[in-house]
């Protein structure tokens, strides 16, 4: 049973598209992180989320934390060939990190 | 700073042989984690440490054992490799527990069994 469930699956678009990607447990977590991962190499962070409804951004990222601590959304504006790359979410419980499905993502030019 | 090393990068094994993964790191990190990576299912726990000489089980601990006998080194063993164990094994750690301390991945190892 996964505990997190990513959707979409997958998401192909044209450059400068806006993107919403999704992230749903019925688990409550302490923070939640998003990775990036790019063919043949291990996931890089890109954001970390703590408190239920925060909302962060990072440039044309932007990142949210439901108020249960169960959700959480990565919505990508103006996309570009550079953010292709597979999305995973991992939400923290206790001493490990749990990784959802993963959203695999292509911009075409 | 190398960060994560896994070794080796690649593995083609028979069924009902065995191997080891290693993982080495070079932060001084307290905990580190095996994750396996199956396409359309995210990375899956195996087993983690929270410290030398401690582990514990994961989401899918059956057919691994792992050890972590000094603090940089955790290493992953196969005793008897199944077909359904081909996957890619990625090795992470962190500092602790907190927010901010995020994980750090090697590169994997994609392991093949016939």
């Known amino acids: 049973t996964q505990l997190l469930e990513q959707s979409p699956q997958f998401l192909s678009i044209q450059e400068g598209e806006n993107l919403t990607v999704y992230c749903n447990s019925s688990?409550?977590?302490?923070?939640l992180q998003w990775y990036r991962q790019e063919p043949g190499e291990g996931p890089v962070l890109l954001v970390t989320v703590v408190t239920g409804g925060e909302v962060k951004k990072l440039k044309r990222l932007t990142f949210q934390f439901g108020d249960a601590r169960k959700d959480s959304s990565l919505h990508i504006t103006a996309a570009q060939p550079g953010d292709t790359g597979l999305y995973l979410c991992?939400?923290?419980?206790?001493?490990?990190?749990?990784f959802g499905t993963g959203t695999r993502l292509k911009v075409l030019a | 700073n190398a960060g994560v090393t896994q070794t080796p990068k690649f593995r083609v094994l028979k069924t009902g042989q065995s191997m080891t993964l290693l993982c080495a790191q070079d932060?001084?990190?307290?905990?580190m984690y095996w994750y396996r990576q199956d396409p359309g299912m995210g990375l899956r726990l195996i087993h983690y440490?929270?410290?030398?000489?401690?582990?514990a089980k994961g989401e899918v601990p059956d057919g691994y054992n792992v050890s972590r006998l000094k603090k940089q080194n955790f290493l992953l063993g196969l005793e008897s490799a199944a077909p359904s164990q081909t996957s890619v094994y990625f090795c992470a750690s962190n500092r602790d527990r907190g927010p901010d301390s995020p994980l750090h991945f090697g590169n994997g190892t994609r392991l093949t069994v016939t």
């Open positions: 991992a939400g923290a419980l206790g001493y490990k990190y749990i």
């Open positions: 932060m001084n990190h307290e905990y």
């Open positions: 440490s929270v410290g030398e000489g401690t582990t």
């Open positions: 688990s409550v977590f302490s923070s």
